[in-house]
């Protein structure tokens, strides 16, 4: 078998992987998305997702039949990925399409959430709690640069993920009649404790700073406080996603 080796930084595969790791406007052109560590390849296999490039150091990983793949030094792999040590592999995957159409189920919603690592910590939390799709309304960081991949732990490949806008939000679960529930530290709102839950339902979780913001909370059913020490101000939203969505897995 001939093994493509790249051995420069300025090879036209090592420029294009570079950037989609560091350029969410060049991720959205291509439709791809930058994936580090054999772990990770594997997952994205084991999931059926599209696999278009792949780079490795050392030994050759088992590799889909339709992925360019070429083998270089561990600079380079260090070079294109931004890392502080060099993963054994990288690759780029298509990113699936899911146009904003829900149906009766459960959604995990974050509204303006910047931090990646918050992202993907969600999209993993909600994976394992059989939310039927993440749904990032507003200014939020992007699922698919490389700290969101990383923090998702391999569940971006397999969860649901719809990115809107905030009125876009609340005029389809208002079309679909699905109830929207706020994440609130109001003391007004309902204990999750004690909430009469409905089987299907959103629940949005805003920016740390700022909360969510009028458009949603002037479109919410109610909302859901956690029960927390008096003396603690809040939880960090992927904190309070998961209490939620754990309460909401218990509760089914």
């Not at 051995?7 to 991720?27: E, Q, T, V």
């Not at 560590?37 to 590799?63: F, Q, T």
């Not at 629940?203 to 700022?210: H, L, M, T, Y």
Request: charged content about 25%.
């Amino acid at each position: 078998m001939d093994i493509n080796i790249i051995s420069s930084r300025r090879n036209p595969m090592i420029m294009h992987l570079r950037k989609l790791n560091m350029d969410r406007g060049y991720r959205r052109e291509t439709g791809l998305f930058l994936c580090a560590g054999l772990k990770l390849l594997n997952d994205a296999a084991n999931a059926g997702m599209e696999i278009a490039e792949v780079i490795y150091s050392g030994r050759r990983p088992d590799i889909p039949d339709k992925a360019k793949v070429a083998a270089v030094t561990e600079d380079i792999l260090k070079y294109a990925s931004s890392m502080k040590s060099a993963p054994d592999v990288l690759f780029s995957c298509k990113i699936r399409s899911a146009g904003f159409n829900i149906e009766e189920g459960k959604y995990i919603i974050l509204e303006n959430v910047q931090d990646p690592g918050n992202i993907g910590t969600v999209i993993r939390t909600a994976n394992a709690f059989n939310f039927d799709a993440v749904i990032l309304a507003g200014a939020c960081a992007d699922p698919y640069g490389p700290k969101a991949v990383r923090a998702s732990m391999g569940a971006v490949f397999r969860q649901k993920i719809i990115e809107t806008g905030s009125a876009d939000l609340v005029r389809m679960f208002k079309e679909k009649n699905i109830p929207l529930y706020a994440a609130s530290t109001d003391h007004n709102s309902v204990d999750i404790r004690q909430a009469k839950i409905p089987d299907f339902l959103g629940i949005a979780i805003g920016n740390e700073g700022r909360g969510l913001s009028d458009v949603v909370t002037g479109a919410k059913t109610g909302g859901l406080r956690i029960p927390m020490n008096p003396m603690s101000e809040s939880l960090n939203a992927a904190a309070a996603a998961a209490i939620l969505m754990w309460e909401l897995y218990r509760l089914s």
